[in-house]
């Protein structure tokens, strides 16, 4: 996208999200930093979203609750079931020149066409690789089903904002729109920098200066690739090579994953702060999962002057130079992760060389400027409209 500084004055929005604020992840802070950033330069948002009665973050803007249910097994996840009468009256009222919608649910399927039948520009995000998921719980023979479902929706739309470069060929390659752009993700270097580092800190929850800590953060869900994590550390102590394993987040696999990473510290859910003192005080993240389509992880690690071992797919990919800033792997390969992970055990010096590199390379990556893009794709597109 064109670093760009639109008139948003005026300009109405109401985007559609599956998850805005009752479950802190990735995806959703990005959506709030985009409402942020929008209102800031005069255009008016509101988000219409499933809501719960104690959030762990106050949403950013008007947040309309959808009415949704709780997914069994994941009850921490609402799937919005529709747009309500009370809902339409809303979006009837506040009459908006764009609809962006976040997520492939039903709430976002009618939102995308009370748009079309209006005539108003319809934008989607694609936060996640849904069709992923099946394999991780049994059911990779409906990978192909998840695609033709997505496909309908997505097919329909103006345009599809997709995290990362690497992302837009694999959309394009599915069929699942011809128009397709990059919307990135900025990361709060005050708060992700190699300064964090606190070894005090990594003492404290029974860590030793040394051997080398290999990191992990994000949902333990086990569609981030937990299992790969675990049989490759488990190659790493067949080898003798001395590490220590440090694990940041919260999520319904912790058990599993604990029974998985013997002598693993957990640090449990951070945010701010906290957070970024822990990634800056590991020796490298290891990020194995394939169904990012962005990698914010990685890019806070790299900010954090921490190299990545992350797996070679869509996310990491776009952000991690191999053999500079860190290393890609083939998702199936744990031998190579083994390799690139006992690399940095072995030779600290290496690390620190790609972890500079790795900070260096996140400068780039600054959240008004992705964001304002965003406001000149809506323009763009009321533009087009109109000429039409």
Same mark, same amino acid.
């Given at each position: 996208? !064109?670093?760009?500084?639109?008139?948003?004055?005026?300009?109405?929005?109401?985007?559609?999200?599956?998850?805005?604020?009752?479950?802190?992840?990735?995806?959703?802070?990005?959506?709030?930093?985009?409402?942020?950033?929008?209102?800031?330069?005069?255009?008016?948002?509101?988000?219409?979203?499933?809501? @719960?009665?104690?959030?762990?973050?106050?949403?950013?803007?008007?947040?309309?609750?959808?009415?949704?249910?709780?997914?069994?097994?994941?009850?921490?996840?609402?799937?919005?079931?529709?747009?309500?009468?009370?809902?339409?009256?809303?979006?009837?009222?506040?009459?908006?020149?764009?609809?962006?919608?976040?997520?492939?649910?039903?709430?976002?399927?009618?939102?995308?066409?009370?748009?079309?039948?209006?005539?108003?520009?319809?934008?989607?995000?694609?936060?996640?690789?849904?069709?992923?998921?099946?394999?991780?719980?049994?059911?990779?023979?409906?990978?192909?089903?998840?695609?033709?479902?997505?496909?309908?929706?997505?097919?329909?739309?103006?345009?599809?904002?997709?995290?990362?470069?690497?992302?837009?060929?694999?959309?394009?390659?599915?069929?699942?729109?011809?128009?397709?752009?990059?919307?990135?993700?900025?990361?709060?270097?005050?708060?992700?920098?190699?300064?964090?580092?606190?070894?005090?800190?990594?003492?404290?929850?029974?860590?030793?200066? /040394?051997?080398?800590? @290999?990191?992990?953060?994000?949902?333990?869900?086990?569609?981030?690739?937990?299992?790969?994590?675990?049989?490759?550390?488990?190659?790493?102590?067949?080898?003798?090579?001395?590490?220590?394993?440090?694990?940041?987040?919260?999520?319904?696999?912790?058990?599993?994953?604990?029974?998985?990473?013997?002598?693993?510290?957990?640090?449990?859910?951070? !945010?701010?702060?906290?957070?970024?003192?822990?990634?800056?005080?590991?020796?490298?993240?290891?990020?194995?999962?394939?169904?990012?389509?962005?990698?914010?992880?990685?890019? /806070?690690?790299?900010?954090?002057?921490?190299?990545?071992?992350?797996?070679?797919?869509?996310?990491?990919?776009?952000?991690?130079?191999?053999?500079?800033?860190?290393?890609?792997?083939?998702?199936?390969?744990?031998?190579?992760?083994?390799?690139?992970?006992?690399?940095?055990?072995?030779?600290?010096?290496?690390?620190?060389?790609?972890?500079?590199?790795?900070?260096?390379?996140?400068?780039?990556?600054?959240?008004?400027?992705?964001?304002? !893009?965003?406001?000149?794709?809506?323009?763009?597109?009321?533009?087009?409209? !109109?000429?039409?």
């Amino acid at each position: 996208m !064109a670093d760009t500084r639109p008139d948003l004055a005026g300009l109405r929005v109401a985007l559609f999200s599956g998850n805005y604020n009752y479950v802190r992840d990735g995806a959703n802070k990005a959506q709030n930093r985009l409402v942020g950033t929008l209102m800031e330069h005069g255009a008016d948002m509101r988000v219409y979203s499933p809501t @719960i009665a104690n959030p762990p973050f106050p949403p950013t803007g008007p947040l309309v609750s959808l009415p949704s249910f709780a997914i069994p097994g994941r009850s921490e996840y609402h799937i919005p079931i529709g747009l309500s009468a009370k809902v339409r009256a809303d979006l009837e009222k506040f009459d908006p020149h764009v609809i962006h919608i976040s997520s492939p649910d039903r709430a976002a399927r009618q939102a995308a066409a009370w748009g079309r039948k209006r005539g108003k520009p319809v934008v989607c995000t694609i936060h996640t690789r849904f069709e992923t998921y099946p394999r991780y719980y049994g059911f990779g023979f409906a990978e192909g089903l998840v695609e033709a479902w997505l496909r309908k929706l997505y097919r329909r739309c103006d345009i599809l904002l997709c995290p990362s470069p690497t992302m837009i060929g694999v959309l394009k390659e599915q069929g699942m729109n011809d128009r397709v752009e990059v919307w990135s993700r900025g990361v709060e270097k005050q708060i992700f920098n190699p300064g964090a580092r606190d070894l005090e800190w990594r003492r404290s929850i029974g860590l030793a200066d /040394e051997p080398p800590v @290999i990191g992990f953060l994000g949902r333990l869900v086990l569609e981030k690739g937990l299992s790969v994590f675990a049989e490759t550390l488990a190659e790493l102590r067949k080898r003798g090579v001395p590490h220590q394993v440090m694990v940041v987040g919260e999520g319904p696999a912790k058990s599993w994953f604990a029974d998985h990473t013997p002598g693993a510290a957990f640090a449990g859910f951070l !945010a701010g702060e906290d957070l970024g003192r822990t990634v800056a005080s590991m020796d490298m993240l290891f990020n194995p999962s394939v169904t990012e389509t962005f990698g914010n992880v990685t890019l /806070e690690a790299m900010a954090a002057g921490v190299p990545v071992v992350a797996a070679k797919a869509t996310g990491s990919s776009g952000l991690v130079d191999d053999g500079r800033t860190g290393r890609l792997v083939d998702p199936t390969d744990i031998a190579g992760f083994a390799d690139a992970l006992a690399a940095y055990c072995e030779d600290p010096a290496l690390g620190k060389a790609h972890g500079a590199a790795a900070a260096e390379a996140s400068s780039a990556y600054d959240w008004e400027r992705i964001n304002l !893009a965003v406001g000149a794709i809506y323009r763009q597109l009321l533009a087009e409209r !109109a000429a039409a």
